[in-house]
Antibody, heavy 113, light 112 residues
Framework: EVQLVETGGGLIQPGGSLRLSCAASGFSVSSDYMSWVRQAPGKGLEWISV???????YHAESVKGRFTVSRDTSTNMVFLQMNSLRVEDTAVYYC???????WGKGTTVIVSS | DVVMTQSPLSLPVTLGQPASISCRSS???????????LTWFQQRPGQSPRRLIY???NRDSGVPDRFSGSGSGTDFTLKISRVEAEDVGVYYC?????????FGQGTKVEIK
């Protein structure tokens, strides 16, 4: 069964850093592109990052220069390193496979002092 | 970036009646490979998004056939032929033709 499990969320102060992980099972993360999508409380969906099957990353302007997506094919995991966090980064963060036919349950990030 | 605009944003429906959601893109979603990458998602309360429809009109496995997608170019529609209680939630369209991926604002479907 294809499955994604996100971990690493939590409460962090503005300006802090957090690393989210997405563990994939049932397929190889090198076989497809992997995205991160977030959802602020009571708001809609926002795509923020992708790592292509070849490993190249790409980020939305809203997080460029602060967030970095990467993957580890040996552990079959995808990561989102989040630096210089802002209050407006508070959201549930989901990872999704390829054309977004598979999503994880998400991990919650709260940026607050 | 491609702007996706959904309407209506709120859709009260009667059980057993049809429902329709419109999604318009600010530019054509026809990819250079000839495909049109318009996707519909359902998000039930407290759950992760679930893909219903991809490439305009292709239903995902396990999606009831009362859901259908149509459209071309910049205008797309998601239809529910007969709304059931389990269809309550927010529906999003998303363009997958260009980066960054962009979503519509979401349409909240509720039972009257």
């Amino acid at each position: 069964e294809v499955q994604l499990v996100e971990t690493g969320g939590g409460l962090i102060q503005p300006g802090g850093s957090l690393r989210l992980s997405c563990a994939a099972s049932g397929f190889s993360v090198s076989s497809d592109y992997m995205s991160w999508v977030r959802q602020a409380p009571g708001k809609g969906l926002e795509w923020i990052s992708v790592v292509y099957s070849g490993g190249t990353p790409y980020h939305a302007e809203s997080v460029k220069g602060r967030f970095t997506v990467s993957r580890d094919t040996s552990t079959n995991m995808v990561f989102l390193q989040m630096n210089s966090l802002r209050v407006e980064d508070t959201a549930v963060y989901y990872c999704a496979k390829g054309g977004m036919g598979v999503w994880g349950k998400g991990t919650t990030v709260i940026v607050s002092s | 970036d491609v702007v996706m605009t959904q309407s209506p944003l709120s859709l009260p429906v009667t059980l057993g009646q049809p429902a329709s959601i419109s999604c318009r893109s600010s530019q054509s979603l026809v990819h250079s490979d000839g495909n049109t990458y318009l996707t519909w998602f359902q998000q039930r309360p407290g759950q992760s998004p679930r893909r219903l429809i991809y490439k305009v009109s292709n239903r995902d496995s396990g999606v009831p056939d009362r859901f259908s997608g149509s459209g071309s170019g910049t205008d797309f529609t998601l239809k529910i032929s007969r709304v059931e209680a389990e269809d309550v939630g927010v529906y999003y369209c998303m363009q997958g033709t260009d980066w960054p991926r962009t979503f519509g604002q979401g349409t909240k479907v509720e039972i009257k």
